[in-house]
T-cell receptor
Framework: DAGVTQSPTHLIKTRGQQVTLRCSPK?????VSWYQQALGQGPQFIFQ???????QRGNFPDRFSGHQFPNYSSELNVNALLLGDSALYLC????????????FGPGTRLTVT | QQPVQSPQAVILREGEDAVINCSSS?????VHWYRQKHGEAPVFLMI?????EQKGHEKISASFNEKKQQSSLYLTASQLSYSGTYFC???????????FGKGTRLHILP
C-alpha cells in the first residue's frame, strides 16, 4: 500500500519564478492538505482540498494556489517566488474531513535564490 | 493561536521517561501529535478528540485536558528510536485547520 508521495524531491528556483509541486495521496484517501515548514519550525497550514475544492485556507497570500484532480491527487502552485518561500513543502492526506488522521508525505524542498 | 510546547528540548538516557506538554489559549476540538526525524516526514502518533476519544499507537500515551486546553504526551522507557522532534497540532473548530507548535526536540542517549 503506497503512502503519500510527492514530487519533485528538491527544487531550486529563482526569485520571481513560478513553481508547481505535486502530491499523490495515500490509497483510499480523498482529502489533501498542504503545509509549509521552515527550518526549525513546525508545519504551517496552507490549505486543504476536498472534492476538488479548497475547503480551508491558512494565512498565506493568493500567490499560493492549488488544485485537486478527480483522482484526488493535488498540486500546489506558488507564483512570484520570494526568498522567504524557501522551505519544505509537505502534503498530508486523510480520508474525509472532520479530524481524521493526516498522513504526511516526504516533502519537497524548495530553495529560492 | 499557535500552541505552546514545553520543554523546547530534552535529553534523556535510554529507558528514562519524558513528558511533552502542549497548551493553547483557545478552546480546542482536537490535539494531534507527530514525531519528525531529521530529513523525514512527520509521523502520526496520536489524536485526541474532545469528549475523550483517542486514536494512536499502543506504546504511546497522551492526555487531553479540555478545560485547560492542554495536552501531554507520555514517553515511557524511552528507546533510541524515540529521538526526533515532537509536534503538537491543534484544531479549534473541527475544520481540519491544524495549527502546529514549534516542536520539542528529544534526544535519547544510549
Amino acid at each position: 500500500d503506497a503512502g503519500v508521495t510527492q514530487s519533485p524531491t528538491h527544487l531550486i528556483k529563482t526569485r520571481g519564478q513560478q513553481v508547481t509541486l505535486r502530491c499523490s495521496p495515500k490509497s483510499g484517501h480523498d482529502t489533501v492538505s498542504w503545509y509549509q515548514q521552515a527550518l526549525g519550525q513546525g508545519p504551517q497550514f496552507i490549505f486543504q482540498y476536498y472534492e476538488e475544492e479548497e475547503r480551508q485556507r491558512g494565512n498565506f497570500p493568493d500567490r499560493f494556489s492549488g488544485h485537486q484532480f478527480p483522482n484526488y491527487s493535488s498540486e500546489l502552485n506558488v507564483n512570484a517566488l520570494l526568498l522567504g518561500d524557501s522551505a519544505l513543502y509537505l502534503c498530508a492526506s486523510s480520508y474525509g474531513t472532520g479530524n481524521y488522521v493526516q498522513y504526511f508525505g516526504p516533502g519537497t524542498r524548495l530553495t529560492v535564490t | 493561536q499557535q500552541p505552546v510546547q514545553s520543554p523546547q528540548a530534552v535529553i534523556l538516557r535510554e529507558g528514562e521517561d519524558a513528558v511533552i506538554n502542549c497548551s493553547s489559549s483557545k478552546a480546542l476540538y482536537s490535539v494531534h501529535w507527530y514525531r519528525q526525524k531529521h530529513g523525514e516526514a512527520p509521523v502520526f502518533l496520536m489524536i485526541l478528540l474532545k469528549g475523550g476519544e483517542q486514536k494512536g499507537h499502543e506504546k504511546i500515551s497522551a492526555s487531553f485536558n479540555e478545560k485547560k486546553q492542554q495536552s501531554s504526551l507520555y514517553l515511557t522507557a524511552s528507546q533510541l528510536s524515540y529521538s526526533g522532534t515532537y509536534f503538537c497540532g491543534t484544531d479549534m473548530n473541527r475544520d481540519d485547520k491544524i495549527i502546529f507548535g514549534k516542536g520539542t526536540r528529544l534526544h535519547i542517549l544510549p
